[in-house]
Structure formats: structure tokens, C-alpha cells
């Protein structure tokens, strides 16, 4: 709830900038993330990875100064913060190993060229493969692989039709939050109404045709499902 109390504060400091409130969701996701993997870590099997991580991206809010110096630090902050969420949620699970390990070596390749925004996207997309991952797993009695499968043809339907960075790190992040809604309703069918709410949002501030104002929705719907998610599990550990 602190986390939330400050996402809020400061998204209402920065009203009337966009790209502003943008880095504020974004960063917000990042220490969701991290929290509900701290909550997910009973044995502190991953305590000092998650520390190292987390360490890495308050210091990367220190040093950048532009926006897309910012962003690309917040969007590859999740990026390794879903990668230490994929490595919880698959343990023991060989092939699913295998395939994080697949998307890293993808993603750490990406990282090699390209602009601050190629490198963002690269980043999201791998976030997305990440949450997919995540979501098959919990989705054990295979009740949701239909819907997962139209998520990932949306997101490679969208790849296809993407002219510009920007559209490439949108469409992975609208993808994202898509996911996001199927892996919080896999953690429990209780949530369904919140997670109906957080669409709602998600659509009505979809109207915009402006590419900063849908990633600012992108984002903050992205930490709002992270908040619940969190929420959840520290009321059920």
C-alpha cells in the first residue's frame, strides 16, 4: 500500500506531463515486480539476486537524465525483474529453464545495437515471452491456452504491422498487460472483478491516438495488475 500511496503522489505531481507520468508507471512496475518476487522468496533463495537487480535500477534513476535514457532503464529493470519472477515460477521445470534462458540470450543480443527506444522495445518484447512463460505455467489445466495463443498472435500480428520502435514497444507492452490480466485471473478467479475494472481503464484510456498517451496507459495498468497480484499473495502467504 506504501507503494501504491507513492505511485499515486507522484503520478499527481507530474499532471500535464506525459512523458513524466510515463517514467512513473514504468518505475512503479519495476518495484512491484520486485516486491512480489521478495514475497514469493520464502527461503531468500534469490534474495541477493533481487537485490543486485533492484540496486542496479536505482542507481540507473540516478544517472539518467533524458526520457529515453529513463525509460530504457525502467523497461530493462522489468525485463530482469520478470526474469527473477520466470526462474520462481518455473523451478524444477527443466524446459520452461531452458526457455527463459532462450529469451535471455535473445534479449541480451538486442541490447547490442540500436537507439535507446530499439533497445526499450527489444526489452518488452522479451517481457512479454517472459509473462507468457509465467502464464502457461499456472495455467495447468489448460483452460486459458486459447486465449494465450490469440495473445501471442496479437503480439506477432502487431510486430508485423509495426513501422517504428515506438509501435514495436507498444505493441509488446499493450501485450503485456493483456497477459498480465490472464496470469492475475490464473492466481485466483476472485480477482476477476478487479482485473475487469483495471481493463475498463485500460480501454477508456485507450482512445488517445497518441503513441506517449497509450504508453502511459500501458504502463500504469501494468503496475496496477502488479499491485493486485501482490496484494493477493501477501494476504495468502
Known amino acids: 500500500m506504501n507503494l501504491w500511496r507513492k505511485y499515486l503522489e507522484r503520478y499527481a505531481d507530474l499532471d500535464g506531463d506525459v512523458e513524466g507520468q510515463i517514467i512513473v508507471g514504468a518505475n512503479f512496475t519495476v518495484e512491484i515486480l520486485t516486491a512480489l518476487s521478495r514475497t514469493l ?119 508485423q504491422a509495426a513501422v517504428t520502435d515506438w509501435d514495436h514497444l507498444l505493441n509488446a507492452l499493450y501485450r503485456i498487460v493483456e497477459m498480465m490480466q490472464l496470469l492475475a485471473l490464473l492466481t485466483d478467479p476472485v480477482l476477476k472483478d478487479q482485473i475487469a475494472q483495471i481493463a475498463s481503464r485500460f480501454q477508456e484510456e485507450d482512445q488517445s491516438r497518441e503513441i506517449p498517451a497509450k504508453m502511459r496507459n500501458g504502463f500504469c495498468r501494468f503496475f496496477e495488475l502488479g499491485h493486485l497480484l501482490i496484494t493477493h499473495v501477501d494476504a495468502v502467504v
Not at 522468496?41 to 534513476?61: M, P, S, V
Not at 539518467?64 to 520462481?88: C, V, W
Not at 535471455?104 to 527506444?117: F, P, R, V, Y
Not at 517481457?127 to 509465467?134: E, N
Request: one cysteine or more.
Open 41 to 159: 522468496d520464502g527461503g531468500d533463495r534469490y534474495k541477493d539476486l533481487i537485490d543486485q537487480r533492484i540496486a542496479i535500477f536505482h542507481e540507473g534513476t540516478k544517472q539518467a537524465g533524458i526520457f529515453e535514457d529513463r525509460l530504457l532503464n525502467a523497461t530493462f529493470s522489468i525485463y530482469n525483474s520478470l526474469n527473477t519472477l520466470s526462474h520462481q515460477f518455473a523451478e524444477g521445470n527443466t524446459h520452461a529453464l531452458g526457455m527463459i534462458q532462450s529469451v535471455d540470450e535473445q534479449a541480451q543480443l538486442s541490447i547490442k545495437n540500436g537507439t535507446q527506444i530499439d533497445k526499450s522495445a527489444a526489452a518488452m518484447r522479451a517481457c512479454f515471452a517472459l509473462v507468457g512463460l509465467m502464464t502457461i505455467a499456472l495455467d495447468e489445466q489448460q483452460t486459458t491456452t486459447p486465449a494465450i495463443r490469440q495473445l501471442e498472435q496479437r503480439f506477432a500480428a502487431g510486430a
